[in-house]
């Protein structure tokens, strides 16, 4: 009863997002104020609805209800209460009714916080925000059923996939859908800025806390993604330049672009029609990235949704959407004026320098990931682009950008002095200039690149601390007006300090795992120790344990620094009967921001264990550097400038004087 | 999400019994193994879903690395196993594609997009920073009659 509930609620949200798409739209077009305010409404009731079919899966979930497809193939009534919740969307139609439940909520976060909205703007956005919810619940309800049962009712579920069972990923997917359908306000927004065809700063600030929150939510999910991969999949990596990671690192690029170009359209009015263009680009490529992952398209026979009426429905939903704003783009966006004018060097260049090597890097990772799809589609060659392509394409297009961080907020808006940001950057340039001296120094002869990288991520981090230096004049006024001029300052300019420094601190821990990571694969017998780098690794043996749906063997090693016992790993092989499969758990051991890794392979007969032991110098800051990014997102959201709201037009404003 | 590929191949790949990179595979001269792994990593493992032969633990994987140590023992220099490799699996092995006419436009993507987006800006700069043309008389006129 509980999932038919939840199957009606679902047909009702996609009667309800139809009506959102239509009434709002032809409102807007008569000018009719009465039609234009169902927008509204519809968009909260389309929220309940989904959230109310959401709701009941989540029970089916819960409750163990095996009589529903979608959980006899996903659970088991001996798995912990955790992962029976996070299985809601551990498969393929749990995450697409999260998706949709994520785009109502943005609809409705939408309807409720634009009172100061114009209402034909209003009326759009949230039609085109419709628009897609009734395309993606017509995919769940066509192609993808939840709530589908079964008759006989099984007794017991097949159980979660073993490797989606872990914090990290359960907490993932939620994360990187608020990224990906957060980008889709910003979209809506752009979609109604070119129906109207008209466009100004205001339009910028209210875009920018939607695309700035949608930024903040996938660049947490990339994060904990790349954690988890790093802690389960047992070899360390933090990127593998895997398709579905690049699905989306593509929209986090476009994403990073269009905040930065918002700025300077809210500022300045200039890059009106570039910003538009972002804000389409971000969300296609949020689409994109479900298509590639949701399709099956990317590995062909092996993968969940291998199913092709899925991946063809999906297919036309990314060719109705992307090519419609498209189309609507190259129709409207020659009529939008442009805005101000800026001299090359300016904070606004800065930003369009920034823009063009994000689109670059961007464009690298589309091109690398579908190049090999469209040649084998085309010619039937099968080629693999992999690891060394991305590394050897994506980071020479960084290098440039990472060194002009520093530079941009110090220039001047319209015309900058690129000779006083750089003296301001003196400082900031000796730091750096003295950690590759002393890399070199300590280093002797390790990796020639290291003491570079480090000395750039030294740049960028204390670039960063210089602008905020510079504007509270720590170092020329007296030190209590500095530092109530720091606390002064505008919370977005600590924001865009802090996020930058984030930068910094992530490119610091990259630098570190990768040049100076040190490996051990050894076969160990119990008693036997093994040293990696200043620590001893002793193998005490292999214990078996059991879990509530799993059974292990752990391998006991004794960690040792010069003699003391400093801890224990214990990394272990997971064994889940039910579905027969083996996952590794890592074993990490965090000295400061460095980690100890190790993980289990297979004993063999005569007592030994397989071992992959790793000493990874800095790791940590990669995802610490993404944590203060996002915390500078956060802090540049409170700005007081974007609580406010815009300020209102002149037209409100002179009508609300007095009469004289 | 992103990570569902990477489950595909980890399910796809530890079934297997063999592990990445193991002992007994590797070469007791240590330049000659830490050539042997920097190739490694450019080799994809055909059965799996974007690993390479160094990471993967699927049987084949293995053989491919014990192919590339005798190749090294053997005295072929990192090009030649390489190109060894290529004969027998074809380019797919590669998970650093070849400069060849047929990957031109994956190799210069990234710099088209740059040199094409810098010189539109150039452009755009200078077309913006050209003096506005003169008044026509009766603007001018116009101008000074506005000043007066």
Redesign the interface.
Known sequence: MIAEIGHYALVLALGLALVQMIVPAWGARTGDAGLMSVAGSTALAQFAFTGTAFAALAWCHLASDFSVANVYENSHSAKPFLYKLTGIWGNHEGSMLLWVLILALFGALVALFSANLPMRLRAHVLAVQGAIAAAFDLFILLTSNPFARLSPAPYEGRDLNPVLQDIGLAVHPPLLYLGYVGFSISFCFAMAALIEGRIDAAWARWVRPWALAAWMFLTLGIAMGSYWAYYELGWGGFWFWDPVENASLMPWLAGTALLHSAVVMEKREALKIWTILLAILAFSLSLIGTFLVRSGVLTSVHTFANDPARGVFILMILVAFIGGAFALYAWRAPALKAGGLFAPISREGALVLNNLFLTAACATVFVGTLYPLALEALTGDKISVGAPFFNATFAPLMVPLLAAIPFGPLLAWKRGDLYAAAQRLLAAFGLALLAVATVFAVEQGGPVLAPFGIGLAVFVMAGAASDIVERAGLLRLPFPTALARAAGLPRSAWGTALAHFGVGVTLLGIVGNTQWSAERIVALKPGETVSLRQYDLTFEGAVPRAGPNYRELAARLTVRRKGEVIGVLEPSKRTFPVRGATTTEAALMTRGASQLYASVGDSEADGSVMLRLYHKPLVLLIWLGALVMVAGGLLSLSDRRLRVGAPKPARARAAAQPAE | ????????????C??A?A??????E?LADPALEARAREIS??L?CMVC????ID?SDAPLARDLRLLVRERLKAGDSDRQVLDFLVARY????????RFAW??A???A???L??LV??IG?LVR?RR?AAPPPPLAEDEEKRLQDLLR
């Open positions: 999400m992103r990570a569902l590929c990477l489950i595909l191949a980890f399910l796809v530890a079934l019994p592990r990445a990179v193991q002992p007994d590797m990593r450019e994809r879903q974007n690993q390479s990471d074809g380019e797919f092995v590669l998970l650093r594609p047929h990957n436009a994956l190799w993507a990234p710099f997009v740059l987006g810098g800006l700069a913006r």
